[in-house]
């Protein structure tokens, strides 16, 4: 079992940077084939953000958070980042990591995760 536990959320202000943390433990051993960054914004369903192949550092960007977000991971602390500048007011969302072991998969998909930590809220006002 892997245990994630995001953190780094709060209240900012548009225009603002926050940047959201990922710790994983547990089973780390194997690392990740790839992690992810999602949000559910309230009264929406959950939604793709961003994401990061563990081995080679590949990155992916929903459209709505691409030149804004970076998604970054240390592999000695097992972390997973995600630097959030420009915020907007619809980032405002709870903010969940996600990780996917074994072979990587279609990485917008919340099917293809394998764990998923609770969540950090995240709240940007004008």
């Known amino acids: 079992q892997v245990q994630l536990v995001e953190s780094g959320g709060g209240l900012a202000q548009a225009g603002d940077s926050l940047r959201l943390s990922c710790a994983a433990s547990g089973r780390t051993n194997n690392k990740p084939a790839m992690m992810g960054w999602f949000r559910r914004a309230p009264g929406k369903e959950r939604e793709f953000a961003a994401a990061?192949?563990?081995?080679?550092?590949?990155?992916y960007y929903a459209d709505s958070v691409k030149g804004r977000f970076t998604i970054s991971r240390d592999n000695a602390k097992n972390t997973m980042y995600l630097q959030m500048n420009s915020l907007k007011l619809e980032d405002t969302a709870v903010y969940y990591c996600?990780?996917?072991?074994?072979?990587?998969?279609?990485?917008?998909?919340?099917?293809?995760?394998?764990?998923w930590g609770q969540g950090t809220q995240v709240t940007v006002s004008s």
């Open positions: 990061i192949i563990w081995s080679g550092g590949y990155t």
């Open positions: 996600a990780a996917k072991q074994g072979r990587v998969g279609p990485f917008m998909s919340t099917k293809t995760y394998d764990y």
